[in-house]
Structure formats: structure tokens, C-alpha cells
């Protein structure tokens, strides 16, 4: 900068996430980007003191359902009452999915749409393409996805009954085409053999429907195939500590390297004995919580964990009281207290997991996912000496899994691109972009 000029934003006094740790430093940013990150005190059009607190980069959540269309039900929360969630739990980026699709042809309109629907959103923003059954279609598909600009393709091993299942032949395809053209293969994975629910099914049958083994045992025979075909997987929504102990196992060398384990605040948090209560409805979801021993076993194992992936995915209370299993639609919001409870469970180590490896992962870095000169002002400033409780939150759900969970996180000011978009409690203006 020459001698009088001005920077646009300046955060002063606190600590700054870079490399891995800590540091006091004063932040500086313009049109969008940050400049200097300097000991230096300098002259700011706007100046926020962090004295006190910690500054990270913006998180970003690389797995969202914000209105999704799946039988019979929508999730409630848009992507205008989503965005504004995420903000609110330091989230400035998040990627949603497109519509399954079968062929190529159906992938600029699966994209036109979802663009639409993402307009108001209050933070950044991108997709993942996602491919039903693409039998025969699987080159054209991968050739679609470089056209758009899509680096990642998610694909399921299960829900044959709805015809979203991709079988072995295509995954062997996939495989050999994502390490050819670069993007990433997401993988829901459950054996789909393994998979049983049954009308007379409840809630409390739900972790023996959708079972540990049908993940574990579908998770190894995906490792296995980029042994022999190549390419790599991101395994979306790990529930199950057991199921990395198996791969560690089995395919140690392939973990963080040609395999990605996400796993979700829920499975950290969370286990199957809720289903036994009076509104264990109220915690469905796909794959399941799991036993308590697995739960701590998932703790123990977060080292190899790289991404958390929050999986939103809410329904109104009125939506989950259903006795039979097959009527009630699976999934939870969790976006806004996403970092405030895995920050609980695992501490800072958090911060990687839910910034710059999800960056690195899906093509966003250095854009995102760090604090330094020329990245996006993605900046969030926040207290980890609170005590207070967390609540149902701003999304627009009528209720939250995480009500009365105890945290020390406290998520003050929240800037997107250099805009600050959360200041005290308040959402300002959102301004989010598509990345795509």
C-alpha cells in the first residue's frame, strides 16, 4: 500500500489460526481478499478488535441437504434459513448436491435449478453432482462434470429400491475415470444386501436395519477396488468408529491418500440409545447412530477422520413422530452447532478437519480454507472460554439434537469475502456467491 492509503477491513489483537497454531497478529484485507497478516497496526476504513478472542478461517461444510426432495418430504431448511444457520456457526462456505442423475444431458439443468434455488443464500457456495444408476452413462457423465467445472460426483451403494443404487461395474468405471479427468468419487456406503427395513420396523430398529457391518464391510470392498482399479473414494457420513479400525487395518496406506474418510458431529456425539427413548424419532437418520463403544472407538480413531461433514438434513417434529419406520425421514440439523460440538469432543484439532482439508479436497484451496495473503477474507472471530448452552438455533427446524449440550465456543463476528455477514447475534446482509 502507498503512504496514507487505507485498508478496507482490519481484524487487530487476537490470535490467529495459521499453520496449525496460534498466533498474535493483525489481519488486513481489501476487495475481498486478505493482504497482510503483519504485527503491524495500520489505518482501516473498518476495524474489528479481537483482543482476547481467536480468529480461524471461515469453516466450510462439505455436506449439506438444504431442501431436499426425497420421498414425499422436503428438508426444512432452504438455503436461505440454511445459509443464514451455517453462518451463525462460523460456516462461510458449504457444498450442497444436485438432483441424482442418470445421463449427462440431465446435469445443466440439475445445475441451472439448484442455482436458482441457492440466489439468497448468506455465505459461499458450491455443488456436487450426483449420479443414480448411471449405467452405460458413466464416461459421458464424467465428461459433463469437467464441462460444468464439477469436481466431484457422489454415487450410492444402496437404495436399489429407488433406483439410486450405482453397482460394481460402474464404480470399477468411475474409479478409473476419476483418476483420468480428477474429480473426486463420493461414496454413500452400505451394503445394499445387508439393508433391510421392514413395515413393521420402529425406531428401535433402525441401527440393526441399516447395521455397522453393512457400512464396514461395503467400506472395505470400496478400498479394495481403488486397489485394483485406481482413482480414489471420499467415504461420505462414516458412522461407525468400527468401520475405521477395519479399513486402518486392512488399508492403512491408502487412508488420507487415495481413500477420505468424513465423518459427522453426530456419530462424535452421539449414540444409539436415543432410539430407545420417548422421541428417538426424532434422531433418524441414515446411516444410523451407533453403539457407544463404537462412538468412543470413532474418538479414539479422529486422526484418521479428515473431513466432518455435517450432513444437514432437518424435518419438522410433526414429520419425525411416525411409528413405522419407512415413514419417517431420515436425517437431523446439526450445521449451526457443528464446530462448537466436535470443538468439545476433539479441541482445536477441529479446525483443519473443518477448514483447510475440505478445501484441499474438493479443489477450494487456497481460496478457502486458510487465513494468508491473497486468500478470501473468510474470517471468523470467536471466544472458546464461554460457558454457556447451545439452543435450537436459527435454522428453521423446530428443534435441535443439541439443545442443552454444554460448549466453551462462542461465535462472535463471521466475514464472507471480507463482509461480515454475523456480528454479536445479529445476521447482517448475506452476499454468498456460487464457486462453480
Same mark, same amino acid.
Given at each position: 500500500?502507498?503512504?496514507?492509503?487505507?485498508?478496507?477491513?482490519?481484524?487487530?489483537?487476537?490470535?490467529?489460526?495459521?499453520?496449525?497454531?496460534?498466533?498474535?497478529?493483525?489481519?488486513?484485507?481489501?476487495?475481498?481478499?486478505?493482504?497482510?497478516?503483519?504485527?503491524?497496526?495500520?489505518?482501516?476504513?473498518?476495524?474489528?478488535?479481537?483482543?482476547?478472542?481467536?480468529?480461524?478461517?471461515?469453516?466450510?461444510?462439505?455436506?449439506?441437504?438444504?431442501?431436499? +426432495?426425497?420421498?414425499?418430504?422436503?428438508?426444512?431448511?432452504?438455503?436461505?434459513?440454511?445459509?443464514?444457520?451455517?453462518?451463525?456457526?462460523?460456516?462461510?462456505?458449504?457444498?450442497?448436491?444436485?438432483?441424482?442423475?442418470?445421463?449427462?444431458?440431465?446435469?445443466?439443468?440439475?445445475?441451472?435449478?439448484?442455482?436458482?434455488?441457492?440466489?439468497?443464500?448468506?455465505?459461499?457456495?458450491?455443488?456436487?453432482?450426483?449420479?443414480?444408476?448411471?449405467?452405460?452413462?458413466?464416461?459421458?457423465?464424467?465428461?459433463?462434470?469437467?464441462?460444468? !467445472?464439477?469436481?466431484?460426483?457422489?454415487?450410492?451403494?444402496?437404495?436399489?429400491?429407488?433406483?439410486?443404487?450405482?453397482?460394481?461395474?460402474?464404480?470399477?468405471?468411475?474409479?478409473?475415470?476419476?483418476?483420468?479427468?480428477?474429480?473426486?468419487?463420493?461414496?454413500?456406503?452400505?451394503?445394499?444386501?445387508?439393508? !433391510?427395513?421392514?413395515?413393521?420396523?420402529?425406531?428401535?430398529?433402525?441401527?440393526?436395519?441399516?447395521?455397522?457391518?453393512?457400512?464396514?464391510?461395503?467400506?472395505?470392498?470400496?478400498?479394495?477396488?481403488?486397489?485394483?482399479?485406481?482413482?480414489?473414494?471420499?467415504?461420505?457420513?462414516?458412522?461407525?468408529?468400527?468401520?475405521? @479400525?477395519?479399513?486402518?487395518?486392512?488399508?492403512?496406506?491408502?487412508?488420507?491418500?487415495?481413500?477420505?474418510?468424513?465423518?459427522?458431529?453426530?456419530?462424535?456425539?452421539?449414540?444409539?440409545?436415543?432410539?430407545?427413548?420417548?422421541?428417538?424419532?426424532?434422531?433418524?437418520?441414515?446411516?444410523?447412530? +451407533?453403539?457407544?463403544?463404537?462412538?468412543?472407538?470413532?474418538?479414539?480413531?479422529?486422526?484418521?477422520?479428515?473431513?466432518?461433514?455435517?450432513?444437514?438434513?432437518?424435518?419438522?417434529?410433526?414429520?419425525?413422530?411416525?411409528?413405522?419406520?419407512?415413514?419417517?425421514?431420515?436425517?437431523?440439523?446439526?450445521?449451526?452447532?457443528?464446530?462448537?460440538?466436535?470443538?468439545?469432543?476433539?479441541?482445536?484439532?477441529?479446525?483443519?478437519?473443518?477448514? @483447510?482439508?475440505?478445501?484441499?479436497?474438493?479443489?477450494?484451496?487456497? +481460496?478457502?480454507?486458510?487465513?494468508?495473503?491473497?486468500?478470501?477474507?473468510?474470517?471468523?472471530?470467536?471466544?472458546?472460554?464461554?460457558? +454457556?448452552?447451545?439452543?435450537?438455533?436459527?435454522?428453521?427446524?423446530?428443534?435441535?439434537?443439541?439443545?442443552?449440550?454444554?460448549?466453551?465456543?462462542?461465535?462472535?463476528?463471521?466475514?464472507?469475502?471480507? @463482509?461480515?455477514?454475523?456480528?454479536?447475534?445479529?445476521?447482517?446482509?448475506?452476499?454468498?456467491?456460487?464457486?462453480?
Amino acid at each position: 500500500m502507498s503512504a496514507g492509503e487505507r485498508h478496507e477491513l482490519g481484524i487487530t489483537g487476537g490470535k490467529l489460526y495459521i499453520n496449525g497454531k496460534f498466533t498474535k497478529a493483525n489481519l488486513y484485507a481489501d476487495d475481498g481478499l486478505i493482504t497482510a497478516i503483519t504485527s503491524e497496526s495500520r489505518s482501516c476504513i473498518q476495524s474489528h478488535d479481537a483482543t482476547g478472542k481467536k480468529v480461524m478461517p471461515g469453516l466450510i461444510d462439505p455436506h449439506v441437504h438444504f431442501s431436499l +426432495r426425497s420421498g414425499g418430504h422436503v428438508s426444512c431448511d432452504d438455503f436461505r434459513s440454511g445459509s443464514a444457520a451455517a453462518a451463525f456457526g462460523g460456516i462461510t462456505t458449504f457444498i450442497d448436491f444436485l438432483d441424482p442423475v442418470s445421463t449427462a444431458g440431465e446435469l445443466d439443468s440439475a445445475l441451472l435449478s439448484r442455482k436458482a434455488e441457492a440466489a439468497e443464500s448468506a455465505v459461499d457456495y458450491s455443488f456436487h453432482a450426483t449420479a443414480a444408476n448411471p449405467a452405460g452413462n458413466t464416461e459421458e457423465i464424467a465428461n459433463g462434470l469437467k464441462r460444468l !467445472g464439477i469436481n466431484s460426483l457422489k454415487i450410492f451403494t444402496t437404495y436399489s429400491e429407488s433406483g439410486r443404487r450405482t453397482y460394481d461395474r460402474e464404480i470399477a468405471e468411475l474409479l478409473k475415470l476419476s483418476e483420468l479427468h480428477g474429480f473426486v468419487l463420493m461414496v454413500h456406503a452400505e451394503d445394499d444386501d445387508m439393508v !433391510g427395513i421392514k413395515p413393521l420396523h420402529t425406531i428401535r430398529d433402525l441401527p440393526k436395519a441399516r447395521s455397522q457391518k453393512a457400512e464396514s464391510s461395503q467400506a472395505l470392498k470400496l478400498a479394495g477396488m481403488v486397489v485394483e482399479f485406481g482413482g480414489g473414494i471420499y467415504m461420505v457420513h462414516t458412522s461407525s468408529g468400527k468401520t475405521v @479400525r477395519a479399513l486402518l487395518k486392512k488399508h492403512r496406506g491408502l487412508l488420507g491418500n487415495r481413500f477420505h474418510i468424513e465423518s459427522c458431529p453426530h456419530y462424535f456425539a452421539l449414540d444409539d440409545n436415543v432410539y430407545r427413548k420417548k422421541d428417538g424419532e426424532l434422531y433418524a437418520m441414515v446411516p444410523p447412530l +451407533r453403539s457407544r463403544g463404537s462412538r468412543k472407538l470413532l474418538k479414539r480413531l479422529a486422526r484418521h477422520v479428515e473431513t466432518i461433514g455435517t450432513d444437514h438434513c432437518p424435518y419438522m417434529k410433526d414429520e419425525k413422530k411416525k411409528t413405522s419406520l419407512l415413514e419417517i425421514p431420515m436425517g437431523i440439523g446439526t450445521i449451526e452447532n457443528s464446530f462448537a460440538v466436535m470443538h468439545g469432543i476433539i479441541g482445536d484439532r477441529a479446525l483443519d478437519m473443518m477448514s @483447510r482439508r475440505p478445501a484441499e479436497i474438493f479443489g477450494l484451496f487456497p +481460496r478457502k480454507g486458510i487465513l494468508a495473503v491473497g486468500s478470501d477474507a473468510d474470517i471468523v472471530i470467536y471466544d472458546d472460554s464461554a460457558n +454457556r448452552e447451545l439452543d435450537a438455533g436459527r435454522s428453521a427446524c423446530d428443534y435441535s439434537v443439541y439443545e442443552g449440550f454444554k460448549t466453551n465456543i462462542c461465535i462472535e463476528k463471521v466475514f464472507c469475502r471480507g @463482509r461480515i455477514v454475523v456480528d454479536e447475534g445479529s445476521l447482517m446482509e448475506g452476499y454468498g456467491t456460487c464457486l462453480l
